[in-house]
């Protein structure tokens, strides 16, 4: 064990740093592909249908109890996986050829990009509390949002590289509807920031900071959660998280009732799973970075931190275990607000774009400029 | 074996030419605005390596998120073929040539004789400025810069309103 960790500790580190990236997208990308089968299980359990539960492999069916993995649509997903690899990925005749390839390419540069910035969880060494982090730096919210604005490229690339109406027109709406949202989504965090950046701290953007000070024990002011505290930009976050990640009700680009398939029409087989793919990236860092803002990240409850339970279950003198729990909480926190996005896609009806644009800009753009002032005047007198 | 961060500048200073003379040199527009974003991110790689992060972020977040999508924008709505330019005529090339050559002379004179201004910030003599140093400064020493620009920007936006409404009887601009 420990001469694993020494020889791989003695690679260079530009090798480490690129084999510690590797490692997040391969643990993202299925888990990407493994939100698609839950998708489908959830619709179906929503409006009341089995779903995907007959496939499986013909040499495995002979298992006793393999039924239970297919009744659960395991092998659904390896289906899904090979059809989309393997099924001819016709390119028409119409479209711009180079960028039409290069669209699905370029939508998983920044879904795959944001995740350096995001700590995935957290580790004590010798009684510290330390980030699980791919890049550990000062700006870091700031650059989940600059890189994830990189997305509106795939979609405008698309949409006018595939050289048809319905397409361009997705892509046109997609782009008015993402720039609008992220001028919310960006006010939306900065009471946080204000309050965790208060005089005389180092100043930060760092996500893993804005976890540790909902990381209080017992009924301390910094147990809460910033969810608590700060309902309105939690909420305000959340409506631009669903309009950001396309996700109905806010899905215009591809509105399958107006625009057949929106920006994606023209695509198909490989190409258009990698679109796929890359929504559910997004929604994935976006639930992440949520949880860390506003439902305090790793820890297991409010008054309840890490470094607590590590104390209660023993292990806190074992970095690897407190690592994995800490990723494991965190990663059911994700899990359980990927759930609440399928929720609701199931649940709601799509809006109307004129109402998308009008929500965006009138509704809660004001709101929160308002939620931003209050929570400036109401941190500056506590905090004075 | 030598350093990794000389490799990643040559890499990145290279990048960042090639997509420059990328945006100059291709007919289709589209390209250009495309190759205008790589360019960008080139810029915000190197100012990473000068552990100026909060600049590469936002270089990235402004300029190669909001703005070149703009141009790409403008583009596809005027022309759904991307644009395709004429070929470059010699007043062109002759004034591109003139600029590349006072640019250069002016680089170098200032690389030259380089002595930073006795009130530049001594951001640089620490080791990694810190988001809030940028703060403090902006909100303190820079404040009348700041809003000074941020009002030339307000008055450009309503200029555009302005000038992109169209008046028909004048009623409306009253």
């Known amino acids: 064990m420990s001469t694993i960790a020494e020889y791989y500790f003695g690679l260079p580190l530009l090798l480490r740093m690129v084999l510690q990236g590797t490692a997040v997208i391969l643990v993202l990308f299925p888990a990407a592909a493994a939100c698609s089968m839950a998708e489908r299980k959830i619709s179906a359990w929503i409006q009341g249908r089995p779903g995907p539960n007959r496939t499986v492999a013909p040499f495995l069916a002979w298992i006793p109890g393999i039924s239970i993995l297919r009744n659960l649509g395991l092998f659904q997903l390896a ?306 | 074996m030598t350093d990794p961060r000389d490799l990643l500048f040559s890499l990145f200073a290279v990048f960042t030419v090639a997509c420059a003379l990328g945006v100059v040199l291709n007919r289709n527009a589209v390209a250009s605005a495309l190759s205008l974003l790589l360019c960008l991110v080139g810029v915000a790689g190197l100012f990473a390596l000068l552990d100026a992060f909060l600049l590469a972020v936002l270089m990235v977040f402004v300029y190669a998120g909001a703005v070149v999508a703009l141009f790409l924008f403008i583009i596809m709505l005027l022309d759904v073929k991307g644009g395709e330019r004429k070929p470059f005529g010699a007043a062109t090339v002759v004034a591109g040539t003139l600029a590349v050559g006072l640019l250069t002379t002016g680089v170098l004179t200032v690389a030259r004789a380089a002595t930073p201004a006795k009130d530049a910030p001594q951001l640089v003599a620490q080791n990694f400025p810190k988001l809030k140093d940028y703060a403090e400064l902006l909100f303190t020493q820079y404040l009348l810069p700041v809003q000074v620009v941020g009002f030339l920007l307000l008055i450009a936006m309503l200029g555009v309103i302005v000038l992109s409404k169209r008046h028909e009887g004048l009623e409306d601009i009253k």
Not at chain 1, 88 to 115: C, Q, R, W
């Open chain 1, 79 to 384: 289906a899904d996986g090979g059809k989309f690899t393997f099924k001819e990925d016709p390119v028409p005749g119409h479209v711009n050829k180079f960028y039409f390839i290069l669209a699905p390419i370029v939508s998983m540069i920044p879904a795959l990009t944001t995740v350096a910035v995001v700590p995935l969880g957290a580790y004590i060494s010798n009684g510290q509390l330390l980030p699980i982090i791919l890049a550990d730096v000062d700006v870091g919210l700031l650059a989940v949002f600059a890189v994830s604005s990189l997305g509106v490229y795939s979609i405008i690339l698309a949409g006018w590289a595939s050289n048809s109406k319905y397409p361009f027109l997705g892509s046109v709406r997609a782009s008015a509807q993402l720039v609008s949202y992220e001028l919310s989504m960006t006010l939306s965090v900065l009471p946080v920031f204000l309050w965790i950046n208060a005089p005389g701290e180092h100043g930060t953007l760092n996500l893993f900071d804005v976890v540790q000070k909902q990381s209080g024990t017992g009924f301390a002011w910094d147990s809460v959660w910033f969810a608590a505290y700060m309902p309105v930009s939690a909420f305000i976050f959340l409506v631009a998280l669903f309009a950001e990640t396309n996700r109905q009700p806010f899905d215009m680009p591809e509105s399958e009732a107006d625009l057949v398939g929106g920006f994606h029409t023209e695509y198909g087989a490989f190409k258009w799973s990698l679109f796929f793919v890359a929504e559910y990236c997004h929604m994935i860092v976006g639930s992440g970075v949520f949880c860390l803002l506003f439902l305090g990240g790793w820890n297991p409850l409010p008054g309840l931190p890490l470094a607590l339970l590590a104390d209660w279950l023993g292990i806190a003198g074992v970095p690897l275990l407190t690592g994995l729990l800490g990723i494991g909480i965190f990663a059911g926190k994700v899990a359980s607000f990927i759930f609440f996005f399928m929720w609701v896609r199931w649940t709601l009806p799509r809006f109307r774009y004129d109402q998308v644009m009008n929500i965006g800009w009138k509704k809660l753009l004001p709101l929160a400029i308002a939620n931003l002032v209050f929570y400036a005047l109401a941190i500056a007198v506590i905090q004075k």
